[in-house]
């Protein structure tokens, strides 16, 4: 086993852990993009969080909410992002799914400069079938 992020949760790494459930575990980044930035991950190795059972997407979701309301009440951020990356050419590095919480605050120059396309709407009406008709 060398996920790290399997480590954490096996507690042979430690981390400062912020809250668990009997299938997630939250703790603070230690390369934080901003302060109070944190992590929730599946204590069971699924590397693509969209691949994962989706009620455990849902606990992961439901614990970063319920954390970034705490965090927002004890950093007094303005804002904040909820970021989950799935795959390396999407920004993951840690192949285990972790959905980051990071606390943000006015004039803090973080900057995602995605750049923005348009939407045709004869691909639109493609996208929207090719995706229902594969929901699972
Ligand atoms: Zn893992």
Known sequence: ???????????????????????????LDIMPIARGHLLVVPKQHVELAYLADPALSGEMMSMAVQLGRAAQA????????????????AGQVVPH???????????????????QGSLVSEDAAALVQAITERMR
């Open 74 to 89: 004890a950093l007094q951020c303005a804002g904040m992002n909820f970021l989950l990356n799935c795959g390396a050419c």
């Open 1 to 27: 086993m060398s996920c790290i992020f399997c480590k954490i949760v096996a507690g042979e790494i430690p981390c400062h852990k912020l809250a668990e459930t009997a299938r997630v575990l939250a703790f």
């Open 97 to 115: 799914a972790h959905l980051h919480v990071v606390p943000r605050f006015v004039d803090d120059g973080i900057h995602w400069p995605w750049p």
